[in-house]
């Protein structure tokens, strides 16, 4: 059975900062490209970042460029989102996914993260 289980996340104050975890276990701890999303109260999932099964590829969403790094460690079949300088935009619960292709949509992932919420307050 397919499992990723994410830790991290919390309240901080703007310009701080949080790494997700998220680990996997199964069949997507295996060849599969990783993302993260976000969805804020009332409004659609949005694509953060993804990165490539090898780590040799990220893609992020222009509002975090400079801002968060995803990385992995297949060795632990866990992928990393750290977040700095985090404002309060950024409030929202965070999924991480596991999919075939490195994507930006949500489609392009089969299994998913339960979900972590990050607050971040001005």
């Known amino acids: 059975q397919v499992q990723l289980v994410q830790s991290g996340g919390g309240l901080v104050q703007a310009g701080e900062s949080l790494r997700l975890s998220c680990a996997t276990s199964?069949?997507?701890?295996?060849?599969?490209?990783m993302g993260w999303f976000r969805q804020a109260p009332g409004k659609e999932r949005e694509f953060v970042a993804v990165?490539?099964?090898?780590?040799?590829?990220?893609y992020y969403t222009d509002s975090v460029k400079g801002r968060f790094t995803i990385s992995r460690d297949n060795g632990k079949n866990t992928v990393y989102l750290q977040m700095n300088s985090l404002n309060p935009e950024d409030t929202a619960v965070y999924y991480c996914?596991?999919?075939?292709?490195?994507?930006?949509?949500?489609?392009?992932?089969?299994?998913w993260g339960r979900g972590t919420q990050v607050t971040v307050s001005s």
């Open positions: 990165i490539s099964w090898s780590g040799g590829n990220t």
């Open positions: 199964g069949r997507a701890g295996s060849g599969y490209a």
């Open positions: 996914a596991a999919g075939p292709v490195t994507s930006m949509h949500p489609n392009g992932y089969m299994y």
